[in-house]
């Protein structure tokens, strides 16, 4: 639930993908100015004479400048517009790599300006002069220094924005009704402008989802998010969540524009902000924060500039057409039903079906999985309960098919798994993306495929990577295991320190609210590294496989309890206690009590954690574990591609957070893919890491923030 990009370079668009669902009417709105209003109106959102410059910039962005153009400014002051770039706007990758390009030269150029002036010398180009009369005469070096380091790049939104005013029809009036039911202004309905423009499909890098981007950790507060359902995909369930939780920030904070921020910057962080500065402005102006960063700042910017030109989209935009709301029959099944033929004997497709249901994952529709008993259909409105009741009539299963999985070990082929498995070799390779050789490793997690699944002939296939490790041999079975010298995503996670260097740097609140239990990673004491600088990148496998889970989802049994198996796991990226003890079905204490630890205590990548396990042994949480980070890894890949990879070298004071989130922009159990060697306990300086090169291969990309991400 963030907006826009941090990175210098970055541009960001909202997301506007065209997901051909369910979309509304609101009358045309009153004429207005095209500028902020003044805060002086009573407005639960007042435009603070601070952010006014902003609200406007905001306004223009997404009104006046196009997707060809992008507006050079000032980070900080959004009043400091140098200029405007001429841009591709086809959504290619080889146009984003020329805008790439163009973007880059033009900020090195300004800065090469900025620092002209830095040190005092005369403007002498017509450009030279153009950029010092937008900070006065009497501007000291020491500012053009610091705005040479807050140059950033805007792509114009003006399509965008539109096209997703058009979708918002489908949507407002039933949100209207929602956040009146909870209380709350009406003109909140307008936030999803900045997060999702309206889109029900929009998916960012980390895991964000639906309309209103609802984060994992957060959406499972308030929603059902597994491997068969995620209500965060269904607007108007997640619309629910947003008012809950946003009635929740104001109910801590007592001010609207605290608590939109919140929103993005988390509960946590504006609690800590409204402690030191105590009001919205003086925390504008003076907050400062490792996560406290360009989106935070502007979130509740853009969230004015956008309601204010949603609800005057006549005035920006001319009579444009707004799609309408659509009606539905509701209809819960009494068992867990396969969806084609449900879809079948209803006269629908299963395309149909989805867009109508879009909480009900991919899994469903492939045939890996049952639509749940007791699960809510939506229906066209047209069909009578009579009618869908007859089709469901000798569908009813009393149980939901189970997920079948291997864990690779030493010696085992494809082969040998699949007749184990009493499955083809070839469904097998393609359920998993595997290459025409076969080829799997020791730890690799494969995915056996089901009965009745809808195995697609073309998958993702594994990325050569620039480094390669030898290729095995082929084999009878072409199918060798190549074995991985460290299993990924099992360590810890210090900041890369000084040798000197004593203190913690204080992690960055990655939730948008508080939540019981902290997911991996989380910071740990820092074990400084004193090993040689790195001169090359670290040897990946020769085919890192994007289908197949990698991490280490083995549970161990230690032994046996009067009332329980003990058994013991090792953490990996993103898990909670909280986590464990849903898909125990216990109290997340007992876990804590198991291991001895206190409550608020945060558990760590690779820590070994004790469970208390049913008598029926650790089948059923395996299954659990290992459907998470299936659904995880099936939703990244969904929305993105990998094309390449490239290198990075670890800088004093990196830690794998700000790495993944600030610099490489992938989530961290893709990076550890590709650094399977590597001991993530140890980074040190001029260390360096092979990361993946991610394209999305939707019609607009979400950044890691969940917006449009067009640094491709």
């Not at 400091?80 to 805008?99: C, D, H, S």
Request: overall charge positive.
């Amino acid at each position: 639930m963030l907006f826009l990009t941090r990175r210098v370079f970055g541009t960001c668009m909202i997301c506007l993908f065209s997901a051909g669902l369910l979309f509304i009417t609101f009358g045309p709105a009153a004429t207005a100015a095209t500028r902020a209003p003044s805060v002086s109106a009573p407005d639960d959102f007042p435009v603070y004479p601070v952010i006014k410059p902003n609200v406007d910039f905001w306004i223009d962005i997404f009104t006046k400048y196009s997707r060809g153009e992008g507006v050079v400014h000032d980070a900080r002051d959004l009043s400091r517009i140098y200029g405007t770039v001429k841009l591709n706007p086809e959504n290619t990758r080889k146009a984003a790599k020329q805008n790439r390009k163009v973007k880059k030269k033009a900020i090195k150029n300004y800065k090469a300006v900025l620092t002209k002036l830095a040190a005092g010398k005369a403007p002498a180009t017509a450009k030279e002069k153009k950029v010092a009369a937008l900070f006065g005469a009497n501007t000291t070096p020491s500012v053009f220094k610091r705005a040479s380091r807050n140059l950033r790049i805007q792509t114009g939104l003006k399509q965008h924005f539109m096209e997703g005013v058009i979708r918002s029809g489908a949507l407002v009036p039933e949100f209207k009704k929602i956040f009146k039911s909870y209380g709350l202004p009406e003109d909140l309905v307008y936030l999803p402008c900045v997060e999702s423009s309206f889109n029900v499909a929009a998916y960012s890098k980390f895991g964000a989802a639906g309309v209103w981007q609802f984060t994992r950790s957060t959406g499972r507060l308030y929603m059902e998010i597994g491997y068969v359902v995620d209500e965060r995909r269904d607007p108007f369930i997640a619309t629910h969540s947003a008012a809950k939780l946003l009635k929740r920030n104001y109910g801590e904070l007592k001010d609207w524009s605290l608590a939109l921020t919140a929103y993005n910057h988390g509960l946590n962080g504006m609690r800590r902000a409204k402690k030191q500065h105590k009001a919205y402005p003086k925390i504008y102006t003076s907050y400062r924060s490792r996560s406290f960063k360009f989106a935070s700042r502007n979130f509740y910017s853009e969230f004015l500039a956008a309601r204010q030109v949603a609800k005057n989209y006549t005035r920006y935009f001319g009579d444009i057409r707004l799609d309408r709301p659509v009606s539905y029959t509701r209809f819960k099944v009494a068992g867990y039903v396969p969806a084609s033929q449900l879809a079948q004997n209803l006269g629908l497709s299963l395309a149909e079906l989805h867009k109508l249901n879009p909480a009900l994952r991919k899994p469903v529709f492939d045939g890996r999985k049952y639509i749940p008993k007791g699960y809510e259909l939506r229906l066209p409105k047209g069909f009578t309960h009579e009618r869908i009741t007859l089709a469901t009539a000798g569908l009813y299963y009393d149980k939901q098919k189970p997920s079948k999985f291997h864990r690779v070990s030493k010696g085992d082929t494809a082969g040998a798994i699949a007749r184990t498995h009493r499955v083809s070799l070839n469904d097998l390779i393609m359920a998993n993306g595997l290459s025409r050789r076969a080829t799997i490793y020791v730890g690799q997690t494969l995915r056996i495929p089901v009965a009745g699944e809808a195995i697609p002939k073309k998958t993702k296939q594994a990325i050569s990577q620039e480094h390669k490790s030898p290729t095995p041999k082929k084999t009878e079975e072409a199918a060798a295991v190549m074995v991985a010298s460290a299993t990924p995503e099992t360590q810890p996670l210090p900041p890369v320190k000084k040798a000197k260097t004593k203190k913690t740097a204080r992690q960055k609140e990655t939730q948008k609210k508080p939540v019981p239990e902290k997911a991996a990673p989380q910071a740990t004491k820092p074990e400084i590294a004193v090993a040689p600088a790195a001169t090359k990148p670290p040897e990946v496998p020769a085919d890192v496989n994007l289908q197949v889970v990698t991490s280490d989802l083995k549970v161990r049994k230690l032994g046996e309890k009067k009332s329980y198996i003990l058994g013991e796991i090792h953490v990996v990226p993103g898990e909670t206690l909280g986590h464990y003890a849903d898909w125990l079905g216990i109290p997340t204490q007992n876990i804590r009590t198991l291991n001895r630890l206190a409550y608020g205590k945060p558990i760590s990548i690779g820590q070994a954690i004790k469970l208390p396990l049913p008598g029926a042994g650790s089948t059923g949480f395996e299954e659990k574990r290992f459907e998470y980070h299936q659904e995880i890894l099936e939703d990244f890949f969904d929305s993105y591609d990998v094309v390449g990879t490239d290198t990075y070298e670890v800088k004093s004071g990196d830690t794998l957070w700000t790495l993944c989130a600030n610099e490489l922009e992938i989530p961290l159990w893709l990076l550890q893919k590709f650094n399977p060697t590597i001991n993530f306990n140890a980074l040190h300086p001029r260390q360096q890491l092979v990361y993946p090169l991610v394209n999305p291969n939707g019609v607009f990309p979400l950044d890691h923030d969940g917006n449009l991400d067009f640094r491709i």
